[in-house]
């Protein structure tokens, strides 16, 4: 294992978010091999590597999208191997996908409202009979109070209207509140997106491509963004991104995958300076535009 591939000084805290040993296999095909990561508060770590390297895989398999073949998985510190998407993202694990997700045909606030209530709506333990029976009792309840509109239902709509018109001001969409996401520019839809991932209060926010589609300007104000939100809502990030000004200029370590496996992880400067990553991914271009490799 090279240098940069040991794992660095930023061990103070418990992990929120921990795998050991993660495989997956498709078929013939190891999409990721023996993948180790570690997100406690206040990190912002980036995940890089050329297509098809296993970048959205490794997000797929945190998020329940996908079960390891191998290895675990631990969110809070709980085992979540086989657990279903919602009920890691109610452990505080939420993202946002490379592929705009939105409710199209919903409001930009309405967006954000669905995330807050639903982080509301279920309890996160147990995947049992129980559980099940108490969501249908609380989904029957629920329905009846919107039926009659119950104060106490409509005091509940105004919060869930605060929190979200919050999360909207705090991505710079309050412009856009009663605009339907599908009119939105790329650009803000994808602001909406992670309005809505924060919307479900998380501790760790996995950011699959956020500045793809953007022009220079809306990279640039994603990056100070992205830092904000780290320190606002004391999140631990994990971004995915093939922008290498963006990935290299906010985050304080970087894992490198390639078919699959960690070829490198460290800092910025000794990633880019990492010869298997120029091999691999960067490209002696990079090599000669930013300095020598190790
Ligand atoms: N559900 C699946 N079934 C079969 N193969 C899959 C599946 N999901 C991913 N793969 C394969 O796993 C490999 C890794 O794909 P993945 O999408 O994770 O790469 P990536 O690093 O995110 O690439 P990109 O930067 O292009 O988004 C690819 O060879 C892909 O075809």
Redesign the pocket.
């Known amino acids: 294992m090279s240098a940069a591939l040991q794992t660095t000084p930023e061990q103070a805290g418990e992990a929120l978010l921990e795998t050991d040993g993660v495989s997956i296999q ?2 013939g ?1 190891r ?2 091999t023996d993948f180790r990561l570690a997100i406690r508060k206040g990190d912002l770590q980036g995940l890089i ?10 997000f ?1 398999v945190l998020t329940g999208v ?1 079960r390891p073949t191998q290895g675990s998985v631990r969110v809070a510190g709980q085992r979540v191997n086989g657990w279903l998407p919602h009920q890691i993202n109610h452990l505080g694990l939420a993202r946002t996908f ?1 592929n705009i997700r939105l409710f199209r045909s919903l409001s930009t606030l309405d967006n954000v409202k669905v995330a807050c209530r639903a982080q509301g709506a279920l309890n996160p333990e147990g995947v049992g009979l129980g559980t099940k029976m108490r969501a249908a009792v609380r989904n029957y309840r629920d329905w009846w109070r919107a039926m009659l509109l119950t104060p106490g239902f409509l005091e509940e709509e105004r919060d869930l209207t605060r929190q979200a018109e919050r999360l909207l001001e705090v991505m710079g969409l309050s412009h856009r509140r009663d605009e339907e996401a599908r009119n939105l520019p790329y650009g803000e839809q994808r602001r909406l997106e992670i309005a809505r991932a924060l919307g479900t209060r998380p501790k760790v926010l996995l950011l699959d ?1 956020p500045a793809a589609g953007m022009n220079t300007r809306e990279k640039a104000d994603l990056m100070v963004l992205i830092r904000k939100l780290r320190d606002e809502f004391s999140l631990g990030i994990l971004v ?1 991104e ?1 922008d290498m000004k963006l990935v290299m200029g906010i985050c304080e370590q970087i894992t490198v ?1 390639d078919h ?1 496996e960690t070829i490198a992880r460290g800092a910025p400067e000794q990633v880019r300076s990492d010869r298997k990553v120029i091999e691999a991914y960067l490209g002696d271009n990079y090599l000669e535009t930013h300095g020598g490799a190790a």
Do not use: M, S, V
Not at 49 to 58: L, S, V, Y
């Open positions: 498709f078929g095909l999409a990721l590597g050329p297509n098809g390297a296993g970048k959205t895989t490794a797929n996908y490379q491509e995915i093939h995958l699959g």
